[in-house]
């Protein structure tokens, strides 16, 4: 099946409603926006909804290297109730995200690595009970390819995440 997808980005200099100390700490806001004619869940490759899905959010991106980040995913099917779990399965959602990227050096080099908690609200919005919290640790470490090739760079990486149903769902511990 043929994934079509539309991506806007919007990058702002100036935080609105914060304080000058606030802002300068906190100078990037993206709003991004992608229309898929399916949603598969990152992470999991479960399949959570069959029809076309709009996915937008904002991130605002801190000097520090915290981030902070709002997403909403909506069925486009005509046939349901936003909202709705009977009508719409898992294609309606909000998610609230906090994460920190940052490196350390060693003697064999610098290692990257992100840490990352998220809360996502699920299908039927009148509930908790099937939403899930998401914890999330991941190493990498940058090398760029040898030779002719130099210009090319490649991450290997490791993550362990953990994800907290919180009635509906398992917790499984993915790494």
């Given at each position: 099946m043929r994934t079509w997808t539309i991506r806007a980005g919007l990058t702002l200099m100036v935080v609105p409603g914060w304080g000058n100390a606030a802002a300068?700490?906190?100078?990037?806001?993206?709003?991004?926006?992608?229309?898929?004619?399916?949603?598969?869940?990152?992470?999991?490759?479960?399949?959570?909804?069959?029809?076309?899905?709009?996915?937008?959010?904002?991130?605002?991106?801190?000097?520090?290297g915290w981030w902070f980040d709002l997403f909403n995913s909506s069925g486009l099917s005509t046939d349901g109730t936003y909202g709705n779990l009977a009508e719409r399965q898992y294609a309606d959602e909000f998610d609230f995200t906090v994460a920190r990227n940052s490196e350390f050096n060693t003697g064999i080099g610098a290692f990257q690595y992100q840490i990352f908690a998220s809360y996502y609200v699920l299908a039927d919005f009148d509930r908790a009970s099937d939403d899930i919290i998401e914890l999330r640790v991941e190493l990498s470490r940058a090398f760029k390819l040898p030779g002719s090739l130099n210009n090319i760079t490649i991450a290997p990486f490791v993550r362990v995440m953990e994800l907290v149903g919180l009635g509906v769902s398992r917790d499984p511990t993915i790494i």
């Open positions: 300068a700490a906190c100078n990037s806001t993206t709003v991004y926006a992608t229309v898929l004619n399916r949603y598969l869940y990152q992470d999991t490759a479960f399949m959570g909804y069959d029809d076309p899905v709009f996915q937008g959010g904002a991130t605002l991106n801190c000097d520090s």
